[in-house]
């Protein structure tokens, strides 16, 4: 008997990473895992912009070190374009300085490629989760004040 999926807990990945050897050994490793998908792959940023407006991915794996448009330049974009999909920065690059930047262009994880692939999968899994809970939490909160703004006026109206 064959395990069925749910399609709404299928994490819809974009990979980015300017080696296709690097975006080859990723997709072929994340076809084995039952609940993800990959839905594009970018070997630039500007590409990964335009695959990420058009497919909305709900985690984005990013190299930094990319020709034209690095990873953390790519990031900062991606909040803008796609802001809720999840950014994970898969790096050689480790010190904390790097670490900092990609934070501060939005990130929500930092992986390293020499890291172990257990590590990688738990990371996008807590990321895609992270991305759904921000998505619901933002629509709660416009929610909230919508009806908030609606009593108030209600209370500017009474005498």
């Not at 994340?30 to 070997?43: C, K, R, T, W």
């Not at 407006?53 to 794996?61: H, W």
């Not at 020499?114 to 590590?119: L, Q």
Request: aromatic letters at 2%; hydrophobic letters at 45%.
């Amino acid at each position: 008997m064959e395990e069925q999926i749910d399609e709404d807990i299928m994490i819809r990945l974009l990979l980015v990473d300017d080696q296709p050897v690097v975006r080859r050994g990723l997709r072929v490793r994340f076809q084995l895992e039952p609940d993800m998908q990959i839905v594009g792959e970018a070997s630039t940023g500007r590409e990964a912009l335009i695959l990420a407006q058009a497919l909305s991915p709900d985690v984005v794996l990013m190299d930094i070190e990319m020709p034209v448009m690095d990873g953390i330049e790519t990031t900062t974009a991606l909040r803008t374009v796609v802001p809720q999909s999840a950014v994970v920065i898969l790096s050689i690059h480790t010190d904390r300085q790097t670490r900092m930047r990609a934070q501060v262009a939005g990130a929500v994880a930092f992986v390293e490629k020499r890291g172990t692939t257990d590590t990688l999968l738990a990371v996008i899994r807590q990321a895609a989760a992270q991305a759904g809970e921000s998505i619901e939490e933002r629509e709660n909160l416009s929610m909230t004040r919508g009806a908030d703004r609606t009593h108030a006026d209600d209370d500017a109206s009474r005498p």
